[in-house]
Nanobody
Framework: VQLVESGGGLVQAGGSLRLSCATPGFTFHDHAIGWFRRAPGKDLEGVSAINNNGEIEYHSDSVKGRFTISSDMAKKTVYLQMRRLTSDDTAVYYC?????????????????????WGQGAQVIVSS
């Protein structure tokens, strides 16, 4: 199942941006969604995730307090609201879905646990 990301772009440092991850074609409640990013020259990094019920958020320390993740069940879309952006947030952002919720709270960063991915959305933060 393909995920569709949107909302990337160029933003000044200190600004905000919201990414969307549309999930057409599958049952929303059966899947958790994670957001990952790949900065230039770096590995894929887990940023944020939300469980299959859309009730629990997880964030990496680097974005905690600045990013929030939410879901709209009716639109089958997960949002990543990014605030107080810095140049360190410049990256291609990907959303992924996984149906395995086992120990999700401790395994949400594992990229190999996600079975579907979006095409990526470029975020550039200018200083």
């Amino acid at each position: 199942v393909q995920l569709v990301e949107s909302g990337g772009g160029l933003v000044q440092a200190g600004g905000s941006l919201r990414l969307s991850c549309a999930t057409p074609g599958f049952t929303f409640h059966d899947h958790a969604i994670g957001w990952f990013r790949r900065a230039p020259g770096k590995d894929l990094e887990g940023v944020s995730a939300i469980n299959n019920n859309g009730e629990i958020e997880y964030h990496s320390d680097s974005v905690k307090g600045r990013f929030t993740i939410s879901s709209d069940m009716a639109k089958k879309t997960v949002y990543l609201q990014m605030r107080r952006l810095t140049s360190d947030d410049t990256a291609v952002y990907y959303c992924g879905s996984r149906g395995d919720m086992w120990r999700f709270s401790t395994t949400w960063r594992r990229t190999d646990s996600y079975t579907s991915w979006g095409q990526g959305a470029q975020v550039i933060v200018s200083s």
